[in-house]
């Protein structure tokens, strides 16, 4: 049975522009959360998605926006990059919200 | 705000000794909590478990203790291997959600020596 799969794996974009991040989840899964990993500063929550709505919403600006789609495949979208948002962002799925979750390997975003 | 805290952001263990890793958490709504290693360029995976209704959980070398007054908890690995070195993450979720939010703690990167 395939993990979560994230791609692509790395990323390098300028100040200003925008990006987007895919994840397809754990077969069966139908729960996607995204995290986003910085040195020194744990897993902060982004967002988490459900049979393709938003259900909770972590604390980041509003250039960070996600979806999910009718398979469960979900994407991330950063706009407007900034330094800051460099950082490892990690998927995330369960079988519904409160079951195991399993992460992906990752996509590591550098913005110069 | 940090609800859940992983103060020691390191910690070195000869191999074949105990290595133990602390956690703390603010927020008394948290009722299930988890432990995740992280090799570095792969993704944190799942290591062991604990609800609230429970102050120990044991998976073979690893065991979680859970001290609900102390709102604290502690993983210990016995004994610990070099393959064990790899950066720890603390995590809990809210009683009553259906939602599947982890709150993380920031990591204690541990590292056995032979």
């Known amino acids: 049975k395939a993990g979560v799969t994230q791609t692509p794996r790395y990323l390098i974009k300028t100040r200003g522009q925008q990006v987007t991040l895919s994840c397809s989840p754990i077969?069966?899964?139908?729960?996607v959360s995204w995290y986003q990993q910085t040195p020194g500063q744990g897993l902060q929550f982004l967002f988490e998605?459900?049979?393709?709505?938003?259900?909770n919403k972590g604390n980041f600006p509003g250039r960070f926006s996600g979806r999910q789609f009718s398979n469960s495949r979900s994407e991330m979208n950063v706009s407007t990059l900034e330094l800051g948002d460099s950082a490892l962002y990690l998927c995330?799925?369960?079988?519904?919200?409160?079951?195991?979750?399993?992460f992906g390997q990752g996509t590591r975003l550098t913005v110069v | 705000d940090q609800q859940v805290k992983q103060n020691s952001p390191s910690l070195s263990v000869q191999e074949g000794r105990i290595s133990i890793l602390n956690c703390d958490y603010t927020?008394?709504?948290?009722?299930?909590f988890l432990w995740y290693k992280k090799y570095p360029a792969e993704g944190p995976t799942f290591l062991i478990s604990i609800s609230s209704i429970k102050d120990k959980n044991e998976d073979g070398r690893f065991t979680v203790f859970l001290n609900k007054s102390a709102k604290h908890l502690s993983l210990h690995i016995v004994p610990s291997q070099p393959g064990d070195s790899a950066v720890y993450f603390c995590a809990a979720q809210l009683r009553g959600s259906t939602l599947g939010r982890l709150y993380f703690g920031r990591g204690t990167q541990l590292t056995v020596w032979p």
């Open positions: 995330a799925s369960s079988l519904a919200g409160r079951s195991l979750t399993f």
């Open positions: 998605y459900f049979s393709e709505t938003q259900r």
């Open positions: 077969s069966g899964h139908r729960s």
């Open positions: 927020n008394s709504m948290f009722d299930y």
